[in-house]
C-alpha cells in the first residue's frame, strides 16, 4: 500500500484558502485511490494556541491524518515574517537547521514525501525516497525586488530535488520545464470536490433573505481567501461600486465578497464584504454570477474551478482565467478595469438567465477534466502507484 508524507508549512485541514484547499482536495483524491496519507503540518491555527492546545495528530478522513505540530516559536517566526509581509523564506532558512524528531521518523516510514510549497524542501534532505514537490504558483511571480531572487532561488532548489514536479498549468509547467528540463512535470489542476454544491438551488432563497438581499437583484460572487492579488480585486470592487453607484442601482447589481480576504464583516451601497466564513456554499447558493477580479499570479485559481462546478456564469479578468479554458463569448465574460462597467450595463446575459445559464453549462463541460480533483490527479495516481 503506498503511503504519502505531506509536509506542509500550515496546518491544512480543516481548508481556508485557496492553497489550503488544493492540498486538502489533492490528499482526497489520492487517498479515494487507496493511498494513505499523513500530514506534518508545522504550524497551527490562532485560535488553537490562545486556547493552549499542544501539537497533536487528528483523523481527517479514513486514510487521512494531519499532525499539527504547535510548538510557539515556529508560529512566532511565522507571524513575523507575515507581519512584514515578507515570504516564507524562515521555513527554507529552519529546516536547514533543524527538522522535529516525529518528521524525521514519518521520512522513514512513507513511500513518497509531498514538499507542499517549495520553502519545505529543505525537509526531504537525507531522505531516500522519492520526492513530488506540489507547486501553488510559481512563487517567484508573486514577489518583488530582492526577494524575488531569494524566491526563485529557493524554487530552482526545490525544483532540482523533486522526482516529480506537480504544477496547476500549462504555463507553469513551462517554467518548471525550462529550470529542470522536461520529464519532471505533470499538471493537477486546482481541482475541486464537485459534490460540495449540488445542493445550492434549495439554499438559494434562505441564503439571500439572510443577506437582506431585495428581489430582482443579481449578485456577483467574489470568493476570497486572505491572498495579496485577492485583497486588491477586494480593493479594485469597492472602488468600482463608490465610482459606479448609479449604474450598479439601476442594474440591481451587488458586488458580495466572502471569505478571509477581509478580517471582518462591512457593508456598502452594492457590496457586502462577509469577512471569514465557516462554509463558503451559502454565498455560491445565494450568487447569480460570479467574478474573478484577480489581475496578477500564476497557476489556476480555486475559486474558478467551485465558480464551474457551482453552474455559476463567470466574469473575470485574463489573468483570473489562466489554466482553463475560457473564451469570452463562450464560457463567460472577460473583463478588465476599463470594460467592466460597459459589461454590467450593456451585455444581455447580465438580465437573460437562460443566456447566463449557457456560458456557464459551456465551461463547465470544456473544463470537466481540470475542475473536479478526481479527474485532475488521475495521471499522478498512475505515476505515484507505479513508483517511478
Same mark, same amino acid.
Given at each position: 500500500?503506498?503511503? $504519502?508524507?505531506?509536509?506542509?508549512?500550515?496546518?491544512?485541514?480543516?481548508?481556508?484558502?485557496?492553497?489550503?484547499?488544493?492540498?486538502?482536495?489533492?490528499? *482526497?483524491?489520492?487517498? %479515494?485511490?487507496?493511498?494513505?496519507?499523513?500530514?506534518?503540518?508545522?504550524?497551527?491555527?490562532?485560535?488553537?494556541?490562545?486556547?493552549?492546545?499542544?501539537?497533536?495528530?487528528?483523523?481527517?478522513?479514513?486514510?487521512?491524518?494531519?499532525?499539527?505540530?504547535?510548538? +510557539?516559536?515556529?508560529?512566532?517566526?511565522?507571524?513575523?515574517?507575515? +507581519?512584514?509581509?515578507?515570504?516564507?523564506?524562515? &521555513?527554507?532558512?529552519?529546516?536547514?537547521?533543524?527538522?522535529?524528531?516525529?518528521?524525521?521518523?514519518?521520512?522513514?516510514?512513507?513511500?513518497?514525501?509531498? &514538499?507542499?510549497?517549495?520553502?519545505?524542501?529543505?525537509?526531504? +534532505?537525507?531522505?531516500?525516497?522519492?520526492?513530488?514537490?506540489?507547486?501553488?504558483?510559481?512563487?517567484?511571480?508573486?514577489?518583488?525586488?530582492?526577494?524575488?531572487?531569494?524566491?526563485?532561488?529557493?524554487?530552482?532548489?526545490?525544483?532540482?530535488?523533486?522526482?516529480?514536479?506537480?504544477?496547476?498549468?500549462?504555463?507553469?509547467?513551462?517554467?518548471?520545464?525550462?529550470?529542470?528540463?522536461? @520529464?519532471?512535470? !505533470?499538471?493537477?489542476? =486546482? @481541482?475541486?470536490?464537485?459534490? +460540495?454544491?449540488?445542493?445550492?438551488?434549495?439554499?438559494?432563497?434562505?441564503?439571500?433573505?439572510?443577506?437582506?438581499?431585495?428581489?430582482?437583484?443579481?449578485?456577483?460572487?467574489?470568493?476570497?481567501? =486572505?491572498?495579496?492579488? =485577492?485583497?486588491?480585486?477586494?480593493?479594485?470592487?469597492?472602488?468600482?461600486?463608490?465610482?459606479? %453607484?448609479?449604474?450598479?442601482?439601476?442594474?440591481? &447589481?451587488?458586488?458580495?465578497?466572502?471569505?478571509?480576504?477581509?478580517?471582518?464583516?462591512?457593508?456598502?451601497?452594492?457590496?457586502?464584504?462577509?469577512?471569514?466564513? /465557516? /462554509?463558503? %456554499?451559502?454565498?455560491? *447558493?445565494?450568487?447569480?454570477?460570479?467574478?474573478?477580479?484577480?489581475?496578477?499570479?500564476?497557476?489556476?485559481?480555486?475559486?474558478?474551478?467551485?465558480?464551474?462546478?457551482?453552474?455559476?456564469? &463567470?466574469?473575470?479578468?485574463?489573468?483570473?482565467?489562466?489554466?482553463?479554458?475560457?473564451?469570452?463569448?463562450?464560457?463567460?465574460?472577460?473583463?478588465?478595469?476599463?470594460?467592466?462597467?460597459?459589461?454590467?450595463?450593456?451585455?444581455? /446575459?447580465?438580465?437573460?438567465?437562460?443566456?447566463?445559464?449557457?456560458?456557464? /453549462?459551456?465551461?463547465?463541460?470544456? =473544463?470537466? @477534466?481540470?475542475?473536479?480533483?478526481?479527474?485532475?490527479? %488521475?495521471? !499522478?495516481?498512475?505515476? $505515484? !502507484?507505479? @513508483?517511478?
Amino acid at each position: 500500500m503506498t503511503k $504519502l508524507l505531506i509536509v506542509s508549512g500550515l496546518q491544512i485541514h480543516p481548508p481556508g484558502s485557496g492553497g489550503q484547499l488544493r492540498s486538502s482536495g489533492l490528499a *482526497a483524491a489520492l487517498a %479515494e485511490r487507496g493511498m494513505d496519507i499523513e500530514i506534518y503540518s508545522l504550524v497551527g491555527r490562532k485560535a488553537d494556541y490562545l486556547a493552549g492546545k499542544p501539537s497533536g495528530w487528528m483523523q481527517v478522513a479514513p486514510r487521512i491524518r494531519e499532525f499539527v505540530d504547535r510548538t +510557539r516559536w515556529w508560529a512566532a517566526v511565522q507571524m513575523a515574517f507575515y +507581519r512584514l509581509h515578507l515570504p516564507p523564506l524562515w &521555513i527554507t532558512w529552519l529546516l536547514r537547521l533543524f527538522r522535529p524528531k516525529l518528521l524525521r521518523q514519518l521520512l522513514t516510514t512513507c513511500d513518497w514525501v509531498v &514538499i507542499d510549497f517549495p520553502f519545505l524542501y529543505p525537509a526531504a +534532505r537525507g531522505s531516500t525516497k522519492p520526492v513530488l514537490l506540489n507547486t501553488h504558483n510559481v512563487e517567484a511571480n508573486l514577489a518583488t525586488g530582492l526577494n524575488r531572487h531569494l524566491v526563485a532561488t529557493i524554487e530552482a532548489a526545490a525544483a532540482r530535488v523533486a522526482n516529480v514536479i506537480v504544477c496547476c498549468s500549462t504555463d507553469d509547467q513551462a517554467h518548471f520545464d525550462a529550470v529542470n528540463g522536461p @520529464g519532471r512535470t !505533470l499538471v493537477v489542476a =486546482n @481541482g475541486v470536490d464537485t459534490q +460540495r454544491f449540488a445542493q445550492l438551488a434549495a439554499q438559494r432563497q434562505e441564503s439571500r433573505d439572510a443577506l437582506k438581499l431585495k428581489a430582482g437583484t443579481t449578485v456577483l460572487l467574489f470568493a476570497a481567501s =486572505n491572498f495579496g492579488p =485577492n485583497a486588491e480585486g477586494l480593493a479594485f470592487l469597492s472602488d468600482f461600486a463608490a465610482q459606479h %453607484e448609479h449604474l450598479l442601482e439601476q442594474r440591481h &447589481i451587488h458586488f458580495l465578497v466572502a471569505g478571509s480576504v477581509s478580517k471582518s464583516a462591512y457593508q456598502k451601497p452594492h457590496l457586502t464584504v462577509t469577512g471569514p466564513v /465557516a /462554509a463558503i %456554499e451559502p454565498y455560491f *447558493a445565494a450568487a447569480d454570477w460570479a467574478i474573478n477580479a484577480v489581475f496578477r499570479g500564476s497557476g489556476t485559481n480555486v475559486k474558478m474551478g467551485e465558480y464551474m462546478a457551482a453552474d455559476l456564469p &463567470i466574469l473575470s479578468t485574463a489573468v483570473g482565467q489562466r489554466g482553463f479554458d475560457f473564451q469570452s463569448g463562450i464560457h463567460g465574460l472577460t473583463f478588465t478595469p476599463e470594460t467592466l462597467a460597459g459589461l454590467l450595463a450593456d451585455h444581455p /446575459a447580465l438580465q437573460d438567465r437562460r443566456a447566463a445559464a449557457v456560458l456557464a /453549462a459551456s465551461a463547465k463541460a470544456a =473544463n470537466l @477534466g481540470r475542475i473536479s480533483m478526481r479527474a485532475a490527479t %488521475e495521471p !499522478l495516481a498512475q505515476r $505515484l !502507484l507505479s @513508483g517511478v
